[in-house]
């Protein structure tokens, strides 16, 4: 099984939250707090592109974050 590191996360297993003067720690929901991806499975993804920055959706494995303008995995 190949891992690669959380882009969410970062690795660490956890987010932090900020909403106006509010701070808290969640865990994170796209690796279980694993702080890692499995690369041999598929996740739902999104990314904008385009003039008008649509919005582009993907199910399959894991794509390069660094290649896509505001790309995101989302919780299953």
Same mark, same amino acid.
């Given at each position: 099984?190949?891992?690669?590191?959380?882009?969410?996360?970062?690795?660490?297993?956890?987010?932090?939250?900020?909403?106006?003067?509010?701070?808290?720690?969640?865990?994170? /929901?796209?690796?279980?707090?694993?702080? /890692? %991806?499995?690369?041999?499975?598929?996740?739902?993804?999104?990314?904008?592109?385009?003039?008008?920055?649509?919005?582009?959706?993907?199910?399959?494995? %894991?794509?390069?974050? /660094?290649?896509?303008?505001?790309?995101?995995?989302?919780? /299953?």
């Amino acid at each position: 099984m190949v891992n690669m590191i959380c882009y969410n996360c970062k690795g660490n297993g956890y987010v932090k939250l900020s909403f106006e003067a509010e701070t808290s720690i969640e865990q994170c /929901e796209i690796c279980h707090s694993q702080g /890692e %991806l499995d690369e041999t499975k598929y996740y739902h993804q999104t990314w904008t592109e385009g003039v008008e920055d649509s919005i582009a959706i993907y199910y399959g494995p %894991l794509l390069d974050s /660094e290649c896509f303008k505001n790309y995101k995995i989302h919780k /299953e």
